[in-house]
């Protein structure tokens, strides 16, 4: 596609249910990234995904998180037993293979979480 | 630990006046800086960047200026303009593909 896409762009769960957050990175797009913002603060890093290497799992808040890619496509960000912390915006971002100077990351319009 | 700062959650400047917006940083090994501008309910958009082996990257009213020995960066809009109001936000990339966030700017420009 022409963009980073994410669904569901508004989600609203009881707490303790699980929910799963999907983005389909640009196409050819070897890097993908996810983030979460919370009400009134800034970009935080979750998780980032690069080719066929280990995913850097460092930012996931707890192991109620995880995140899978098939490939170098779509990625399934879940999120286990949810609580009313996790309600966010969750941002999902691709960047090319080129890791060298212009490189950038494109960001999805998001999926929002409420927890309630 | 937070890498890249942006200490000002906010700013307000009037119409048609500079617009600075500032962030700093704490790892030399970065090598690319970028910024990202995001309206509500959307999702962040680039900006404007620039290469460390630059001080400066201009385009049209947006300017960024990178000071490495302060391990600082700069981004000026000149003149702003009401449909500037976001949030801005300062990155910078590790070599690896790897992006640093601040934690935002939010700008006010006020007609």
């Known amino acids: 596609g022409a963009g980073v896409s994410q669904s569901p762009s508004n989600k609203v769960t009881e707490k303790g249910k699980d929910v799963e957050l999907r983005c389909d990175p640009i196409?050819?797009?070897?890097?993908l990234y996810w983030y979460r913002q919370r009400l009134g603060q800034g970009l935080e890093f979750l998780i980032y995904?690069?080719?066929?290497?280990?995913?850097?799992k460092s930012g996931l808040p707890s192991d109620r998180f995880s995140a899978e890619r098939t490939g170098e496509s779509v990625s399934t960000l879940t999120i286990q037993r949810t609580q009313q912390e996790d309600s966010a915006v969750y941002l999902c971002?691709?960047?090319?293979?080129?890791?060298?100077?212009?490189?950038?990351?494109?960001f999805g319009e998001g999926s929002w979480l409420t927890v309630v | 630990d937070q890498q890249v700062k942006q200490n000002s959650p906010s700013l307000s400047v009037q119409e048609g006046r500079i617009s600075i917006l500032n962030c700093d940083y704490t790892?030399?090994?970065?090598?690319?800086f970028l910024w990202y501008k995001k309206y509500p309910a959307e999702g962040p958009t680039f900006l404007i960047s620039?290469?460390?082996?630059?001080d400066k990257n201009e385009d049209g009213r947006f300017t960024v200026f990178l000071n490495k020995s302060a391990k600082h960066l700069s981004l000026h809009i000149v003149p702003s303009q009401p449909g500037d109001s976001a949030v801005y936000f300062c990155?910078?990339?590790?070599?690896?593909?790897?992006?640093?966030f601040g934690t935002g700017t939010s700008l006010t420009v006020i007609p």
């Open positions: 971002a691709s960047s090319p293979t080129d890791r060298g100077p212009g490189n950038t990351i494109y």
């Open positions: 196409s050819g797009h070897t890097a």
């Open positions: 995904f690069q080719g066929n290497s280990a995913p850097d």
């Open positions: 790892n030399s090994m970065f090598d690319y």
């Open positions: 620039i290469s460390s082996i630059k």
């Open positions: 990155a910078a990339r590790k070599r690896g593909n790897q992006f640093y």
